[in-house]
């Protein structure tokens, strides 16, 4: 009696081992998949496409790619309209980057405080992140509107038609470029700022007090400092973002007028999907990009690092 | 140097008392411990005399100043926190230097000051690292260099050693009391550790549920605590208390458990009992010896060497509590064995049932 009722437990534990698979095959079962799709839509691409940077190619060409070495590169970078995308993209970079930090950083300050509805009023500013930018390219580009844009109404409510057409003029084009870049993204670096304000914690700002800091001491030798990994974090993402910014300009102004808006990106796309096709010349100019892009992160990180340990 | 004035000061959560009103004054110069429980009041009491707490009603003066709604930056005071509050990002030495900074003192005498105080707690090997790197006691080694730079007009302390290893607490007791006797600043110091508050204090506040019960010299404390609560909470273990019943000069715990009053007490005693009633008799562990022709008998419950001596636990029998008595450490005495011990008359205390309060002795308040 006793051998039977301890003999049925062991049976069925072994064949519950028989059903179920080691560990070790089941973290492998639910990885595989992941590692071959990731296998095919990215590590393929990453490496074909390295070799199609120093080759003749184009997509709709029905002609196997030739090799002609560093021409692609030496093309690109001699020629003075993607030195001016370049230039574009810069001057975009900075100018949005500059404002979100600043703009999301002091806007973090403020709602640091808690009253009554910061909450509500956080998750509110959050808002504008949560868009895709070609929606928002697109009502953006009503909100600009000369004859019945809001924008416009504001800058001048008695003739709206009388005030700069926003997307006409090369220089106000970018501008309004940055203004609705940073209308969207500075919730995002306000969103970082203010979890890394969140985590200082409060003894530091009572010792401080005690050490007879004022005001501003403290905000430059403890806030500052603390935050700082955080914020650097936030403007790293963005500068990445907006180097390689491309769906936003699509949606106002497609790059115009004339080429004052057309980032790198844009002129990839050009290069890649209209006119000619020129995959291989594409490829090579997005290989620049990258590299570009793994440049700033490194002095980014390395910055970082710093601040960090030493 | 300064003096710390407490008028009527209190401080209510809600409508809960964190502190009741209390008045206590600070002499220069003096080391004064609150000592109490957890909850007690203590350390909201400190956090007000340094302003990082408002009071509820009452007056803080500072060298005769009214300080009680000036900001901590304002009060000449330094604060060394339980958990070291250093700035994790700055090295030791910044950290030292962050007060001075603060003030705008010139790099050249920063540069000095800070060499100094590193030098005086002999941590100048530390002055690179980062809080992070650190143990406990060097942790906290900084913190009372940082408050120490300032040369701030009184210290206040709040269970610095409570987050160290046993250890080195007592290595940083020692410490902090030879900071104290060298540059003899006033210093109000934190602590539930009545080890501590012994060890270090001139005079001890001991609090209990936001009411200050008594204040004193350690010896007055231990000695002649004011009410069973500091009696049962100062010392370890606390002092012994009986619950006995009075009648013509003789207390008796049941049966023939007897204890003459000694003659200093009589007239208080008679006063509160009416002439007879109920009355605690309170005595510390050394103020019994084991002695063949001792007036109490006891079993002997339990013992246990603590090393210089023995602690006896003996039970009186009807119904009253275990008493803790000292006793040599050479004698050996068995579980049940029957032992009479007597209590010297100038360390047994009398307590009134009712009100929890010490009587005082007649003969004393004639002089």
């Known amino acids: ?310 | 140097m300064a003096t710390i004035t407490l008028q009527q000061v209190e401080k209510k959560f809600g409508s809960a008392y964190a502190v009741q009103p209390m008045d206590l004054t600070i002499q220069d110069g003096e080391f004064v411990v609150l000592l109490g429980p957890s909850g007690c009041g203590k350390t909201t009491t400190l956090r007000m005399i340094s302003g990082l707490e408002a009071v509820t009603s009452g007056k803080i003066l500072l060298n005769g100043r009214d300080v009680t709604w000036l900001h901590p930056s304002e009060r000449d005071i330094a604060f060394v926190f339980q958990f070291f509050a250093l700035y994790p990002h700055l090295t030791a030495r910044e950290n030292v230097a962050f007060p001075l900074q603060a003030q705008s003192v010139p790099r050249d005498e920063v540069t000095k000051r800070v060499n100094e105080v590193l030098k005086l707690l002999q941590i100048e090997h530390l002055a690179n690292s980062r809080p992070a790197a650190l143990s406990g006691g060097d942790q906290q080694r900084i913190a009372l260099a940082r408050a120490l730079v300032r040369r701030p007009s009184a210290f206040l302390m709040d269970e610095p050693l409570g987050a160290l290893d046993a250890e080195f607490r007592e290595t940083m007791r020692a410490e902090i009391k030879r900071l104290h006797l060298s540059i003899n600043a006033t210093t109000v110091y934190v602590t539930h550790d009545q080890v501590e508050a012994m060890a270090m204090s001139d005079r001890i506040v001991v609090m209990s549920a936001a009411v200050v019960q008594q204040v004193g010299t350690p010896a007055e404390v231990y000695y002649d605590p004011a009410n069973l609560f500091v009696a049962r909470f100062i010392g370890s273990p606390g002092m012994n208390l009986l619950k006995g019943r009075y009648s013509e000069g003789v207390v008796s715990f049941g049966g023939s458990k007897r204890l003459p009053v000694p003659a200093a007490w009589r007239a208080a005693v008679d006063q509160v009992t009416q002439g007879g009633g109920e009355l605690i008799v309170g005595f510390r562990p050394e103020a019994a010896s084991v002695r063949a022709d001792g007036e109490l008998e006891a079993t002997v419950y339990a013992s246990d060497l603590h090393g210089g001596f023995s602690m006896l636990h003996l039970d009186l029998g009807h119904e009253n509590p275990i008493v803790h008595v000292r006793a040599s450490r050479q004698e050996i005495y068995p579980i049940d064995a029957l032992v009479r011990f007597s209590l010297d008359p100038n360390m047994v205390r009398f307590f009134d049932p009712r009100t929890e309060k010490a009587l005082q002795p007649v003969a004393e308040v004639a002089l």
């Open chain 1, 1 to 310: 009696m006793t051998a039977l009722t301890q003999a049925a437990p062991t049976q069925a534990k072994q064949r519950a081992q028989r059903r179920h698979m080691s560990d070790g095959a089941l973290v492998r079962l639910f990885i595989f998949p992941t590692l071959i799709i990731l296998i095919l839509w990215n590590v393929f691409p990453l490496f074909y496409s390295l070799y199609l940077s120093f080759t003749r190619y184009s997509v709709i060409a029905n002609r196997a790619p030739e090799w002609i070495g560093f021409s692609n590169y030496t093309a690109i970078l001699s020629r003075p309209t993607f030195w001016q995308s370049f230039a574009t993209t810069g001057v975009y970079a900075l100018l949005s980057v500059g404002l979100q930090t600043v703009l999301g950083f002091s806007l973090a300050m403020l709602l640091r405080q808690k009253f009554k509805g910061s909450g509500f009023i956080t998750t509110l500013t959050l808002i504008p992140m949560m868009l895709s930018p070609v929606v928002v390219g697109m009502f953006w580009k009503l909100i600009y509107n000369p004859s019945y844009g809001i924008f416009n109404f504001l800058l001048n409510p008695t003739n709206p038609r009388l005030a700069t057409d926003m997307l006409a003029n090369p220089v106000s084009a970018m501008l309004a470029v940055v203004i609705v870049d940073v209308w969207m993204w500075t919730p995002f670096v306000m969103l970082l700022c203010l979890s890394g304000l969140n985590a200082i914690p409060d003894y530091l700002y009572e010792a401080a007090a005690i050490d007879r800091a004022s005001a501003w001491f403290q905000f430059r030798r403890i806030t500052l400092p603390q935050v700082a990994p955080l914020l650097l974090i936030a403007v790293l993402f963005r500068t990445i973002e907006a180097i390689k910014a491309f769906d936003l300009m699509m949606g106002l102004t497609g790059g115009g007028p004339g080429k004052s808006t057309e980032t790198v990106s844009i002129a990839l796309y050009r290069l890649a999907f209209s006119g000619q096709f020129n995959t291989g010349q594409a490829s090579a100019l997005a290989y620049i990009v990258l590299i570009i892009i793994i440049c700033i992160s490194n002095v980014y990180i390395r910055y970082l690092n710093k601040l960090r340990g030493e």
